[in-house]
């Protein structure tokens, strides 16, 4: 059985986003701010990441909510930040 593709949510296609988040990225250099790797020359492996999730409260579009995470960086942070909400950890 094959787990159902991931839905995107709506506020990462919105105009407002977009340009948010490319912003971030150019701002803080194409770095990212967890594993310290330069991503300057492959900028789709960069996210611009909410450091408080949405889901846990964070302001969706206020800048000092955001921090530029690597896809490996992103997918771990957001397996703990998971894992905490399930265990009912603030």
């Known amino acids: ?3 159902a593709p991931k839905a995107v949510d709506p506020i990462y296609l919105t105009p407002e986003w977009k340009v948010l988040a490319r912003y971030i990225k150019q701002l803080r250099g194409y770095v990212c701010e967890m594993c310290s790797k330069d ?3 492959l900028q789709h492996k960069l996210i611009a990441d909410h450091i408080v999730e949405r889901k846990d409260g964070g302001a969706d579009l206020d800048p ?3 921090q530029c995470l690597c896809t490996w960086c ?3 942070k957001t397996a703990q930040a998971q894992k905490m ?3 009912g950890v603030d």
């Open 1 to 3: 059985m094959r787990k």
């Open 39 to 41: 991503f300057s020359k």
């Open 64 to 66: 000092s909510n955001l």
């Open 74 to 76: 992103h997918n771990r």
């Open 85 to 87: 909400r399930c265990q």
